[in-house]
């Protein structure tokens, strides 16, 4: 683990019995190896054909990439989440939906970024990222220098990086990286474009307390250029 990990805690409360017997049985033939990766297309990681590849970084409880992929069948998904009941429950969202177009990375995702090849993703979102809102742990949030570099280099020409948060200060900290780097332009025109989920947005329990806590989230989309 680096030094200044953008995840917390990696284990929760004890795994439920079905979630334990998914991760043993289910998971090996879904969980990425870093070490074939190197110059193998990603398209390869799926059993059947799909036309693009998108990552999601630190997927939670899975709502919305589980959602996603349902809705998406002919797009190879990539879950990276350090979680361990995180990637438990996903592993039997995933082996009870019969899903073919989910893979899941369940630790860091920084080594898993450096293995994957240039312009290799469509898409990679970033949703409710822990926000470290203490000014001694900001060096800890993932949208950094370094990440920006990654997510730059992943993308495909015209590929989108989007990102959803409730703190005004980790969107105003991303705003600002983001739009002052010349590789990505914000595609928000209204204010409606970051205000309002995106098309298809199923929500998610994180997002759901934010609400009723009285916190507006915000949804943020960045094109590479």
């Known amino acids: 683990m680096r030094e200044t990990a953008f995840y917390g805690r990696r284990k929760g409360k004890k795994l439920r019995a079905a979630q334990a017997t998914h991760l043993v049985r289910d998971l090996p033939a879904l969980a990425i190896d870093t070490a074939t990766l190197d110059g193998r297309p990603l398209a390869e990681l799926f059993p059947h054909p799909v036309r693009a590849v998108r990552l999601e970084i630190g997927f939670g409880g899975g709502e919305h990439l589980l959602s996603e992929a349902r809705r998406h069948p002919d797009i190879g998904y990539i879950g990276a989440e350090a979680f361990l009941n995180g990637i438990a429950k ?85 705003l600002a990286r983001l739009n002052a780097d010349p590789r990505f332009e914000w595609t928000a025109r209204r204010a409606d474009d970051w205000r309002l989920p995106w098309e298809g947005w199923p929500g998610t329990r994180y997002e759901a307390k934010a609400l009723r806590e009285g916190r507006r989230p915000g949804y943020y989309e960045f094109r590479r250029i």
Do not use: C, S
């Open 90 to 174: 996903m592993t039997a969202a995933i082996a009870e939906a019969g899903l073919a177009n989910v893979r899941l990375h369940g630790d860091d995702v920084v080594p898993l970024l450096d293995r994957l090849p240039d312009g290799a993703l469509e898409r990679i979102d970033l949703l409710y990222p822990d926000p470290w809102p203490k000014r001694r742990h900001w060096k800890r949030r993932f949208v950094q220098a370094d990440n920006i570099d990654r997510i730059a280099r992943l993308l495909a020409p015209g590929g989108h990086f989007r990102f959803a948060t409730d703190i005004e200060h980790y969107a105003a900290w991303t």
